[in-house]
């Protein structure tokens, strides 16, 4: 007259450890492309010739996840820097494989489309 117990939940699948080459974090970065661009095309809105060049620094921890997001050299446009620093907090890389954390400062260029 009870119902079945519920599944058990599967464990999220995170990606398998790797060495975090400048290759590595390019991909994973790319992969959240999208995220990037909606904050920055969401600031032409109001800034419709907004060119901007700034570099986030943050680290990737053993298990994957970004931590310590910062704006390293800015665009001087704190909603902007804002989003793409949560886009950034979003990202899952690989493990670092030897289990240490990896500190990285990475150029972000954005431009309007002519």
Not at 25 to 34: F, P, S
Not at 49 to 70: K, Y
Not at 77 to 99: I, K, M, T, V, Y
């Amino acid at each position: 007259a009870g119902r079945p117990a519920p599944a058990p939940l599967a464990p999220a699948s995170r990606p398998a450890p790797a060495e975090i080459t400048a290759a590595v974090i390019q991909r994973v970065i790319g992969g959240g492309g999208r995220a990037f661009r909606a904050c920055y095309e969401r600031e032409l809105l109001d800034q419709p010739a907004l060119a901007v060049r700034l570099v986030l620094a943050f680290t990737i921890a053993p298990d994957g996840s970004v931590t310590g997001a910062r704006v390293e050299s800015g665009a001087g446009n704190a909603r902007l820097e804002s989003c793409l620093l949560r886009a950034l907090e979003r990202l899952a890389f690989p493990p670092p494989s030897d289990g240490q954390p990896v500190t990285v400062s990475f150029p972000f260029q954005f431009q309007p489309a002519r």
